[in-house]
Protein backbone atom coordinates (compact mmCIF):
# COMPACT_ATOMS: atom_id res chain seq x y z
CA UNK A 1 0.00 0.00 0.00
CA UNK A 2 0.97 3.61 -0.43
CA UNK A 3 1.89 5.93 2.19
CA UNK A 4 1.45 9.55 2.12
CA UNK A 5 1.44 11.99 5.44
CA UNK A 6 -1.79 13.58 3.96
CA UNK A 7 -4.51 12.21 1.70
CA UNK A 8 -6.98 15.39 0.17
CA UNK A 9 -10.44 13.89 -1.27
CA UNK A 10 -11.32 16.65 -3.98
CA UNK A 11 -8.79 19.83 -6.11
CA UNK A 12 -12.26 22.37 -5.59
CA UNK A 13 -11.35 25.88 -4.65
CA UNK A 14 -10.80 24.33 -0.99
CA UNK A 15 -8.62 22.16 -2.42
CA UNK A 16 -6.74 24.60 -5.04
CA UNK A 17 -6.12 26.86 -2.06
CA UNK A 18 -4.99 24.27 0.51
CA UNK A 19 -2.17 22.97 -1.90
CA UNK A 20 -1.45 26.69 -2.58
CA UNK A 21 -0.47 27.07 0.55
CA UNK A 22 0.90 24.03 1.80
CA UNK A 23 3.57 24.40 -1.28
CA UNK A 24 3.85 28.28 -0.21
CA UNK A 25 4.92 27.36 3.37
CA UNK A 26 7.04 24.95 2.32
CA UNK A 27 5.16 22.56 4.52
CA UNK A 28 7.55 19.15 4.97
CA UNK A 29 4.17 16.41 4.71
CA UNK A 30 4.11 14.03 1.90
CA UNK A 31 0.16 15.34 -0.06
CA UNK A 32 -1.81 13.16 -2.50
CA UNK A 33 -5.07 14.94 -3.80
CA UNK A 34 -7.41 12.75 -4.89
CA UNK A 35 -10.10 14.24 -8.11
CA UNK A 36 -12.88 12.39 -9.31
CA UNK A 37 -13.29 15.04 -12.24
CA UNK A 38 -10.56 15.78 -15.31
CA UNK A 39 -7.43 18.00 -15.56
CA UNK A 40 -8.23 21.64 -16.14
CA UNK A 41 -7.35 21.58 -20.07
CA UNK A 42 -10.06 19.03 -20.36
CA UNK A 43 -12.88 20.74 -18.75
CA UNK A 44 -14.78 21.62 -21.65
CA UNK A 45 -18.79 21.07 -22.11
CA UNK A 46 -19.66 19.29 -25.23
CA UNK A 47 -22.97 22.49 -25.16
CA UNK A 48 -19.82 25.02 -25.34
CA UNK A 49 -17.46 23.05 -28.23
CA UNK A 50 -20.74 22.87 -29.82
CA UNK A 51 -20.73 18.98 -30.38
CA UNK A 52 -24.58 19.00 -28.49
CA UNK A 53 -27.47 21.81 -27.89
CA UNK A 54 -28.09 19.99 -24.77
CA UNK A 55 -26.82 18.46 -22.12
CA UNK A 56 -25.61 15.10 -22.66
CA UNK A 57 -24.87 13.91 -18.96
CA UNK A 58 -21.14 13.23 -19.01
CA UNK A 59 -19.91 11.53 -16.27
CA UNK A 60 -18.37 13.04 -13.97
CA UNK A 61 -19.51 16.10 -15.56
CA UNK A 62 -17.13 18.83 -16.46
CA UNK A 63 -18.69 21.63 -15.27
CA UNK A 64 -19.06 20.64 -11.76
CA UNK A 65 -16.13 18.48 -11.26
CA UNK A 66 -12.33 18.27 -11.83
CA UNK A 67 -9.57 20.57 -10.92
CA UNK A 68 -11.10 23.77 -9.73
CA UNK A 69 -14.18 22.56 -8.79
CA UNK A 70 -17.74 23.52 -9.88
CA UNK A 71 -16.03 27.24 -9.49
CA UNK A 72 -13.97 26.54 -12.44
CA UNK A 73 -16.23 27.35 -15.07
CA UNK A 74 -18.52 29.79 -13.06
CA UNK A 75 -18.14 33.45 -13.90
CA UNK A 76 -15.39 33.55 -11.29
CA UNK A 77 -17.04 35.60 -8.57
CA UNK A 78 -15.39 35.67 -5.13
CA UNK A 79 -17.74 37.74 -2.60
CA UNK A 80 -15.15 39.36 0.31
CA UNK A 81 -18.00 39.31 3.06
CA UNK A 82 -19.28 37.58 5.67
CA UNK A 83 -23.06 38.39 5.40
CA UNK A 84 -23.38 35.74 3.04
CA UNK A 85 -21.54 32.80 1.33
CA UNK A 86 -20.98 30.90 4.64
CA UNK A 87 -20.60 30.40 8.39
CA UNK A 88 -16.74 30.50 8.62
CA UNK A 89 -17.01 33.60 10.81
CA UNK A 90 -19.17 31.38 13.14
CA UNK A 91 -15.75 29.39 13.40
CA UNK A 92 -12.68 31.46 13.37
CA UNK A 93 -14.33 34.87 14.26
CA UNK A 94 -15.34 37.98 11.93
CA UNK A 95 -11.85 39.15 11.99
CA UNK A 96 -9.72 36.04 10.92
CA UNK A 97 -12.69 35.02 8.11
CA UNK A 98 -12.26 38.38 6.35
CA UNK A 99 -8.53 38.53 7.21
CA UNK A 100 -8.52 34.95 5.55
CA UNK A 101 -10.05 36.05 2.48
CA UNK A 102 -8.78 39.05 1.46
CA UNK A 103 -5.61 36.78 1.84
CA UNK A 104 -6.81 34.78 -0.84
CA UNK A 105 -8.03 37.76 -3.08
CA UNK A 106 -3.89 38.78 -3.04
CA UNK A 107 -2.95 35.73 -4.40
CA UNK A 108 -5.93 35.69 -6.95
CA UNK A 109 -4.75 39.13 -7.70
CA UNK A 110 -0.56 38.16 -8.01
CA UNK A 111 -1.43 35.04 -10.17
CA UNK A 112 -3.35 37.19 -13.02
CA UNK A 113 -6.32 38.61 -11.38
CA UNK A 114 -5.04 42.72 -10.72
CA UNK A 115 -6.57 43.70 -13.73
CA UNK A 116 -10.11 42.16 -12.49
CA UNK A 117 -12.38 45.40 -10.69
CA UNK A 118 -13.14 44.97 -7.29
CA UNK A 119 -16.18 46.30 -6.37
CA UNK A 120 -18.19 47.34 -3.14
CA UNK A 121 -21.31 47.86 -2.09
CA UNK A 122 -20.49 49.72 0.63
CA UNK A 123 -21.49 53.64 -1.09
CA UNK A 124 -23.63 52.49 -2.93
CA UNK A 125 -26.84 54.84 -3.48
CA UNK A 126 -28.91 51.46 -4.52
CA UNK A 127 -29.14 50.51 -0.92
CA UNK A 128 -30.89 53.40 -0.17
CA UNK A 129 -33.30 52.74 -3.40
CA UNK A 130 -33.81 48.99 -2.72
CA UNK A 131 -34.85 49.76 1.17
CA UNK A 132 -37.30 52.16 -0.19
CA UNK A 133 -39.55 48.84 -1.43
CA UNK A 134 -38.49 46.49 0.93
CA UNK A 135 -34.99 45.14 -0.82
CA UNK A 136 -32.20 44.65 1.45
CA UNK A 137 -28.76 45.29 -0.59
CA UNK A 138 -25.96 43.42 1.73
CA UNK A 139 -22.36 44.68 1.89
CA UNK A 140 -19.81 42.76 -0.02
CA UNK A 141 -16.59 43.30 -1.47
CA UNK A 142 -16.71 41.61 -5.43
CA UNK A 143 -13.50 40.53 -7.20
CA UNK A 144 -14.90 39.33 -10.67
CA UNK A 145 -13.02 37.46 -12.62
CA UNK A 146 -14.67 36.34 -15.16
CA UNK A 147 -14.99 32.79 -16.37
CA UNK A 148 -11.95 32.58 -19.02
CA UNK A 149 -9.17 34.71 -16.04
CA UNK A 150 -10.54 32.46 -13.55
CA UNK A 151 -9.25 29.57 -15.49
CA UNK A 152 -5.90 30.84 -16.81
CA UNK A 153 -5.32 31.62 -12.86
CA UNK A 154 -6.48 28.60 -11.47
CA UNK A 155 -3.85 27.13 -14.41
CA UNK A 156 -1.29 29.45 -12.46
CA UNK A 157 -2.07 27.87 -9.53
CA UNK A 158 -1.83 24.06 -10.58
CA UNK A 159 1.59 24.66 -12.27
CA UNK A 160 2.90 26.20 -8.66
CA UNK A 161 1.83 23.21 -6.30
CA UNK A 162 2.30 20.18 -9.18
CA UNK A 163 5.23 19.53 -8.77
CA UNK A 164 5.59 19.34 -4.86
CA UNK A 165 1.85 17.76 -4.51
CA UNK A 166 0.82 14.91 -6.39
CA UNK A 167 -2.41 14.92 -8.15
CA UNK A 168 -4.60 12.23 -9.40
CA UNK A 169 -7.84 12.73 -11.59
CA UNK A 170 -10.25 10.53 -12.52
CA UNK A 171 -9.97 9.14 -9.05
CA UNK A 172 -13.05 8.35 -6.87
CA UNK A 173 -12.59 7.46 -3.09
CA UNK A 174 -15.12 4.70 -2.39
CA UNK A 175 -13.81 3.38 1.28
CA UNK A 176 -12.33 5.22 4.39
CA UNK A 177 -11.27 2.93 7.47
CA UNK A 178 -10.11 4.40 10.54
CA UNK A 179 -6.52 2.38 12.21
CA UNK A 180 -4.68 2.51 15.07
CA UNK A 181 -2.20 5.16 12.58
CA UNK A 182 -4.31 6.83 10.70
CA UNK A 183 -6.79 6.08 7.90
CA UNK A 184 -6.77 3.80 4.75
CA UNK A 185 -8.36 5.31 1.88
CA UNK A 186 -9.48 2.97 -0.95
CA UNK A 187 -10.61 3.96 -4.77
CA UNK A 188 -12.34 2.98 -7.32
CA UNK A 189 -9.33 1.80 -9.05
CA UNK A 190 -9.13 -0.46 -6.05
CA UNK A 191 -6.08 1.44 -4.58
CA UNK A 192 -6.04 1.01 -0.94
CA UNK A 193 -3.61 4.33 0.29
CA UNK A 194 -2.65 5.32 4.07
CA UNK A 195 -2.17 7.96 5.45
CA UNK A 196 -2.22 10.45 8.70
CA UNK A 197 -4.26 13.14 8.14
CA UNK A 198 -6.82 13.37 5.49
CA UNK A 199 -9.23 16.24 4.28
CA UNK A 200 -12.50 16.24 3.09
CA UNK A 201 -13.09 19.11 0.58
CA UNK A 202 -15.42 17.14 -1.41
CA UNK A 203 -17.33 20.35 -2.63
CA UNK A 204 -21.14 21.06 -2.91
CA UNK A 205 -21.49 18.49 -6.18
CA UNK A 206 -20.39 15.79 -3.05
CA UNK A 207 -23.13 16.03 -0.87
CA UNK A 208 -24.26 12.19 -0.55
CA UNK A 209 -20.35 11.00 -0.39
CA UNK A 210 -19.58 13.37 2.18
CA UNK A 211 -23.02 12.04 3.76
CA UNK A 212 -22.76 8.50 3.39
CA UNK A 213 -18.95 8.60 4.58
CA UNK A 214 -19.83 11.07 7.64
CA UNK A 215 -22.50 8.02 8.51
CA UNK A 216 -19.53 5.39 8.39
CA UNK A 217 -17.07 6.80 10.01
CA UNK A 218 -19.54 8.40 13.06
CA UNK A 219 -18.77 12.36 12.46
CA UNK A 220 -21.48 13.75 13.42
CA UNK A 221 -23.66 16.44 11.00
CA UNK A 222 -26.60 18.38 10.86
CA UNK A 223 -29.32 19.12 8.01
CA UNK A 224 -29.02 21.86 6.08
CA UNK A 225 -30.97 23.86 3.76
CA UNK A 226 -31.88 23.85 0.40
CA UNK A 227 -32.68 26.86 -2.11
CA UNK A 228 -35.17 26.16 -5.19
CA UNK A 229 -35.82 28.85 -7.74
CA UNK A 230 -35.14 29.60 -11.11
CA UNK A 231 -32.75 31.14 -13.52
CA UNK A 232 -33.84 34.68 -15.05
CA UNK A 233 -32.45 36.49 -18.22
CA UNK A 234 -32.83 39.93 -19.72
CA UNK A 235 -32.01 42.52 -22.11
CA UNK A 236 -28.74 43.63 -19.89
CA UNK A 237 -29.70 47.19 -20.17
CA UNK A 238 -32.65 46.83 -17.49
CA UNK A 239 -30.09 45.98 -14.61
CA UNK A 240 -26.65 47.58 -16.28
CA UNK A 241 -27.05 50.85 -14.28
CA UNK A 242 -27.14 48.10 -11.26
CA UNK A 243 -24.34 46.04 -12.56
CA UNK A 244 -22.36 49.00 -13.80
CA UNK A 245 -21.63 50.15 -10.35
CA UNK A 246 -21.66 46.95 -7.82
CA UNK A 247 -21.93 44.08 -10.52
CA UNK A 248 -22.66 41.85 -8.07
CA UNK A 249 -26.12 42.88 -6.36
CA UNK A 250 -27.51 40.17 -3.14
CA UNK A 251 -31.02 41.81 -3.14
CA UNK A 252 -32.96 39.92 -0.30
CA UNK A 253 -36.61 40.14 0.19
CA UNK A 254 -39.18 39.01 2.39
CA UNK A 255 -42.66 37.88 0.85
CA UNK A 256 -45.79 39.65 1.82
CA UNK A 257 -47.88 37.03 0.85
CA UNK A 258 -46.08 34.18 2.86
CA UNK A 259 -42.80 36.15 4.93
CA UNK A 260 -40.39 34.19 2.80
CA UNK A 261 -36.85 35.00 1.97
CA UNK A 262 -36.14 35.57 -1.55
CA UNK A 263 -32.70 36.52 -2.84
CA UNK A 264 -30.81 37.03 -5.99
CA UNK A 265 -27.59 34.91 -6.37
CA UNK A 266 -25.01 34.70 -8.79
CA UNK A 267 -25.59 37.78 -11.20
CA UNK A 268 -23.89 37.14 -14.32
CA UNK A 269 -23.99 40.98 -16.23
CA UNK A 270 -23.78 40.27 -20.26
CA UNK A 271 -23.25 36.39 -19.27
CA UNK A 272 -24.96 32.73 -20.54
CA UNK A 273 -27.48 30.44 -18.86
CA UNK A 274 -25.96 27.16 -18.69
CA UNK A 275 -26.36 23.31 -17.36
CA UNK A 276 -25.35 21.37 -14.57
CA UNK A 277 -25.23 18.20 -13.92
CA UNK A 278 -25.56 17.38 -10.38
CA UNK A 279 -25.90 13.23 -9.27
CA UNK A 280 -27.71 13.30 -12.44
CA UNK A 281 -29.85 15.95 -12.25
CA UNK A 282 -29.97 18.57 -15.11
CA UNK A 283 -30.37 22.07 -13.15
CA UNK A 284 -29.32 25.92 -14.46
CA UNK A 285 -26.61 27.87 -13.68
CA UNK A 286 -24.82 31.72 -15.00
CA UNK A 287 -21.52 32.48 -16.52
CA UNK A 288 -20.10 35.72 -17.62
CA UNK A 289 -16.33 36.26 -18.81
CA UNK A 290 -14.14 39.01 -18.52
CA UNK A 291 -13.37 39.33 -22.40
CA UNK A 292 -16.11 41.35 -24.05
CA UNK A 293 -16.19 40.07 -27.11
CA UNK A 294 -17.67 37.10 -25.67
CA UNK A 295 -19.54 39.00 -23.72
CA UNK A 296 -24.21 38.77 -24.51
CA UNK A 297 -26.38 40.98 -24.52
CA UNK A 298 -28.42 39.72 -21.63
CA UNK A 299 -28.00 39.57 -17.82
CA UNK A 300 -28.80 36.58 -15.91
CA UNK A 301 -28.76 35.98 -12.16
CA UNK A 302 -31.16 33.50 -9.81
CA UNK A 303 -34.33 33.94 -7.59
CA UNK A 304 -33.94 31.57 -4.88
CA UNK A 305 -36.29 30.26 -1.71
CA UNK A 306 -34.88 29.50 1.15
CA UNK A 307 -36.37 25.85 2.31
CA UNK A 308 -35.64 24.70 5.89
CA UNK A 309 -37.36 21.74 7.15
CA UNK A 310 -38.23 20.77 10.82
CA UNK A 311 -38.91 17.31 12.40
CA UNK A 312 -39.63 14.52 10.79
CA UNK A 313 -38.01 15.70 7.60
CA UNK A 314 -34.40 16.40 7.05
CA UNK A 315 -33.18 15.42 3.82
CA UNK A 316 -33.79 18.99 2.31
CA UNK A 317 -31.07 17.60 -0.99
CA UNK A 318 -33.40 14.79 -2.05
CA UNK A 319 -36.64 17.74 -1.51
CA UNK A 320 -34.61 19.95 -4.22
CA UNK A 321 -33.52 16.95 -6.56
CA UNK A 322 -37.49 16.00 -6.33
CA UNK A 323 -38.17 18.94 -8.28
CA UNK A 324 -35.06 18.98 -10.25
CA UNK A 325 -36.02 15.59 -11.37
CA UNK A 326 -39.65 16.63 -12.26
CA UNK A 327 -38.45 19.68 -14.60
CA UNK A 328 -36.06 17.05 -16.07
CA UNK A 329 -38.83 14.79 -16.83
CA UNK A 330 -41.53 17.32 -18.45
CA UNK A 331 -38.51 19.10 -20.76
CA UNK A 332 -36.02 16.31 -21.20
CA UNK A 333 -33.66 18.87 -19.16
CA UNK A 334 -34.28 22.14 -18.99
CA UNK A 335 -38.19 24.05 -18.37
CA UNK A 336 -38.07 27.77 -20.12
CA UNK A 337 -40.73 29.76 -19.92
CA UNK A 338 -41.42 33.56 -20.71
CA UNK A 339 -42.59 35.38 -17.55
CA UNK A 340 -46.05 36.72 -19.48
CA UNK A 341 -46.71 33.17 -19.89
CA UNK A 342 -46.45 31.79 -16.41
CA UNK A 343 -48.34 34.94 -14.75
CA UNK A 344 -51.13 34.49 -17.81
CA UNK A 345 -51.16 30.74 -16.59
CA UNK A 346 -50.11 29.37 -20.07
CA UNK A 347 -46.93 27.54 -21.18
CA UNK A 348 -44.56 28.70 -23.39
CA UNK A 349 -44.54 27.27 -26.74
CA UNK A 350 -42.05 27.26 -29.61
CA UNK A 351 -44.30 29.41 -31.34
CA UNK A 352 -44.62 31.56 -28.69
CA UNK A 353 -40.97 32.12 -28.22
CA UNK A 354 -40.50 32.86 -32.09
CA UNK A 355 -42.12 36.11 -30.99
CA UNK A 356 -39.86 36.59 -27.76
CA UNK A 357 -37.86 39.79 -28.00
CA UNK A 358 -35.33 38.64 -25.38
CA UNK A 359 -33.11 35.78 -27.04
CA UNK A 360 -32.22 32.78 -24.87
CA UNK A 361 -28.48 31.97 -24.80
CA UNK A 362 -29.50 28.50 -23.75
CA UNK A 363 -31.25 26.02 -25.48
CA UNK A 364 -34.05 24.97 -23.42
CA UNK A 365 -37.54 23.13 -23.62
CA UNK A 366 -40.45 25.92 -23.70
CA UNK A 367 -43.17 24.85 -21.09
CA UNK A 368 -45.13 25.43 -18.33
CA UNK A 369 -42.67 26.12 -14.78
CA UNK A 370 -45.97 25.96 -12.45
CA UNK A 371 -46.24 21.99 -13.29
CA UNK A 372 -43.03 21.76 -11.67
CA UNK A 373 -42.17 24.40 -8.90
CA UNK A 374 -44.27 24.35 -5.83
CA UNK A 375 -47.29 26.73 -5.89
CA UNK A 376 -45.59 28.81 -2.77
CA UNK A 377 -42.09 29.21 -3.84
CA UNK A 378 -43.24 30.38 -7.68
CA UNK A 379 -45.60 32.96 -6.07
CA UNK A 380 -42.40 34.04 -3.85
CA UNK A 381 -40.66 34.36 -7.27
CA UNK A 382 -43.71 36.38 -9.47
CA UNK A 383 -43.79 38.68 -6.34
CA UNK A 384 -39.77 39.24 -5.98
CA UNK A 385 -39.73 39.83 -9.78
CA UNK A 386 -42.28 42.28 -9.04
CA UNK A 387 -40.46 44.37 -6.15
CA UNK A 388 -37.17 44.14 -8.38
CA UNK A 389 -39.25 45.55 -11.45
CA UNK A 390 -39.26 48.94 -9.06
CA UNK A 391 -35.72 49.20 -8.71
CA UNK A 392 -35.03 47.87 -12.52
CA UNK A 393 -37.88 48.68 -14.40
CA UNK A 394 -38.35 46.47 -17.23
CA UNK A 395 -37.71 43.16 -15.05
CA UNK A 396 -41.40 42.38 -15.13
CA UNK A 397 -41.66 42.49 -18.72
CA UNK A 398 -43.74 39.74 -20.69
CA UNK A 399 -40.47 38.55 -22.00
CA UNK A 400 -38.42 38.35 -19.46
CA UNK A 401 -37.24 34.90 -19.73
CA UNK A 402 -37.02 31.93 -16.31
CA UNK A 403 -35.14 28.64 -16.85
CA UNK A 404 -36.16 26.02 -14.13
CA UNK A 405 -34.86 25.05 -12.52
CA UNK A 406 -32.15 26.03 -10.36
CA UNK A 407 -31.44 24.49 -7.07
CA UNK A 408 -28.17 25.31 -4.26
CA UNK A 409 -27.76 21.98 -2.86
CA UNK A 410 -25.85 22.41 1.10
CA UNK A 411 -24.23 19.81 2.42
CA UNK A 412 -25.32 18.48 5.76
CA UNK A 413 -23.11 20.41 7.88
CA UNK A 414 -20.32 18.56 9.38
CA UNK A 415 -19.28 18.77 13.28
CA UNK A 416 -16.17 20.42 12.92
CA UNK A 417 -13.71 22.52 15.10
CA UNK A 418 -12.18 26.24 14.42
CA UNK A 419 -9.92 24.37 12.95
CA UNK A 420 -11.98 22.66 10.77
CA UNK A 421 -11.34 19.00 12.16
CA UNK A 422 -13.72 16.76 13.26
CA UNK A 423 -14.55 14.28 15.96
CA UNK A 424 -12.20 12.04 14.13
CA UNK A 425 -9.17 13.19 15.19
CA UNK A 426 -7.06 13.39 12.01
CA UNK A 427 -9.94 14.28 9.40
CA UNK A 428 -10.44 17.90 8.61
CA UNK A 429 -13.54 18.77 6.69
CA UNK A 430 -13.97 21.97 4.59
CA UNK A 431 -15.16 24.21 2.07
CA UNK A 432 -18.54 23.82 0.83
CA UNK A 433 -18.57 19.78 1.44
CA UNK A 434 -18.62 20.64 5.02
CA UNK A 435 -21.57 22.75 5.07
CA UNK A 436 -19.44 25.32 6.60
CA UNK A 437 -19.15 27.49 3.30
CA UNK A 438 -21.04 28.00 0.05
CA UNK A 439 -19.20 30.38 -1.85
CA UNK A 440 -15.38 30.27 -3.79
CA UNK A 441 -14.37 33.03 -1.26
CA UNK A 442 -15.13 30.82 1.93
CA UNK A 443 -14.23 27.52 0.50
CA UNK A 444 -10.82 29.30 -0.68
CA UNK A 445 -9.81 30.64 2.80
CA UNK A 446 -11.10 27.19 4.40
CA UNK A 447 -8.67 25.67 2.41
CA UNK A 448 -6.19 28.53 3.21
CA UNK A 449 -6.64 27.83 7.26
CA UNK A 450 -6.61 24.10 7.36
CA UNK A 451 -3.35 24.62 5.56
CA UNK A 452 -1.46 26.52 7.86
CA UNK A 453 -2.83 23.62 10.83
CA UNK A 454 -0.88 21.11 8.67
CA UNK A 455 2.24 23.05 8.17
CA UNK A 456 2.79 23.39 11.91
CA UNK A 457 1.69 20.01 12.54
CA UNK A 458 4.44 18.42 10.06
CA UNK A 459 6.40 21.45 10.40
CA UNK A 460 8.95 23.02 7.07
CA UNK A 461 11.33 21.71 4.63
Sequence with gaps: MEKYDIVVVGAGAGGVFLTYELCRRGCAAKVLVLEKGTPLEKRVCPIKEGKTEKCIECSPCRIMHGYGGAGTLSDGKYNITTRFGGDLHKYVGEEKAMELMEYVDEVLTGFGGAEAKLYSTGSSDLKTMALRHNLHLLDAKVRHLGTDRNRKILEKLYEYSREKIETRFYTSVEEIEKTQDGFVVTTDRGEKIICRDLVLASGRSGSRWMSAICDRLGIETMSNRVDIGVRVELPAEIFRHITDEVYESKLVYKTEQYNDVVRTFCMNPYGEVVTENTNGIITV??????????????????????????????????????????????????????????????????????????????????????????????????????????????????????????????????????????????????????????????ASACGVLVARVLTEKYGTE
Design 285 to 442: NGHSYADEELHTENTNFALLVTNQFTEPFNDSNEYGESIARLSNLLGGGVLLQRFGDLVKGRRSSERRMEKCYTRPTLKATPGDLSLVIPKRQLDDIIEMIYALDKIAPGTANEDTLLYGVEVKFYNSRVKVDRNMETDVKGIYAMGDGSGVTHSLSQ
